[in-house]
């Protein structure tokens, strides 16, 4: 169905199901001793003493506690938790932009079986075929840059997923696209900039022992996880 100059095939190229990755994760850490304390916002940081003391938030009540490492691994509010920690120069933390990207689903029975990737356009890989674990295809995701985080698709887009699905399906036929759902992109270059996709901040880079900030972390945080860690 596919139709194009020339194409890759990657044999091992998969799906991921997120959920139960992050299940076994927290297993995996809780066998070695690890607790994990779910609905804890971080309220704040201090650096003290060459330690960090964080002040966290449960049942409407504070709780301040000293670690020796701290990861802010916090996706799209990383920059605002970095804000909060007294003695991290605000120099070395990023600005952050927000591209949003939406997913479009289709009626009827798919002829994809596999993953299908057009060229990559600037800011993402392009409206692209995904499945779910059940076999389900959509399409996605565009790239719209916006200034806060919003989920909201506006149904419309769907004229230029028709335009672009059909540079590669042209087979797409009218009305048989709805709107799927849509997720926010933290990114530390503006639009129109050289990509750069994530940051990683050590004591090298900001000079607070025992501390690490990961900013613009997204998609490699989820298929490149073991390996960043």
Not at 64 to 74: C, G, K, R
Not at 76 to 83: D, I, K, S, T
Not at 163 to 169: F, G, L, S, T
Request: glycine share 10%; aromatic share 8%; with cysteine.
């Amino acid at each position: 169905a596919i139709q194009s100059v020339a194409a890759l095939l990657s044999p091992s190229t998969g799906i991921i199901d997120s959920h139960s990755l992050m299940l076994a994760y927290q297993g995996d850490a809780e066998d070695q001793g690890a607790m994990i304390a779910f609905n804890s916002p971080v309220k704040r940081g201090k650096v003290s003493n060459k330690k960090i003391e964080l002040t966290i938030e449960q049942n409407g009540a504070e709780f301040t506690f000293t670690a020796n490492i701290v990861v802010n691994a916090a996706g799209l509010e990383a920059q605002r938790l970095a804000h909060t920690i007294d003695g991290l120069s605000p120099k070395t933390i990023p600005k952050r932009y927000l591209a949003r990207g939406c997913y479009f689903t289709i009626s009827g029975k798919s002829p994809f079986t596999r993953l299908i990737y057009p060229v990559p356009e600037p800011g993402g890989l392009g409206v692209h075929v995904t499945l779910d674990m059940g076999g389900s295809v959509r399409f996605g995701p565009d790239v719209e840059w916006i200034e806060d985080v919003d989920y909201e698709i506006d149904p419309r887009r769907a004229d230029s997923f028709y335009a672009a699905i059909r540079k590669y399906y042209p087979q797409l036929e009218d009305g048989s696209l709805q709107p799927g759902y849509a997720g926010v992109r933290p990114k530390i270059t503006k639009k129109g900039s050289a990509a750069g996709d994530f940051l990683i901040q050590g004591p090298r880079e900001h000079g607070i022992e025992g501390l690490v900030n990961m900013y613009g972390i997204e998609s490699p945080g989820l298929t490149a996880s073991l390996a960043l860690a």
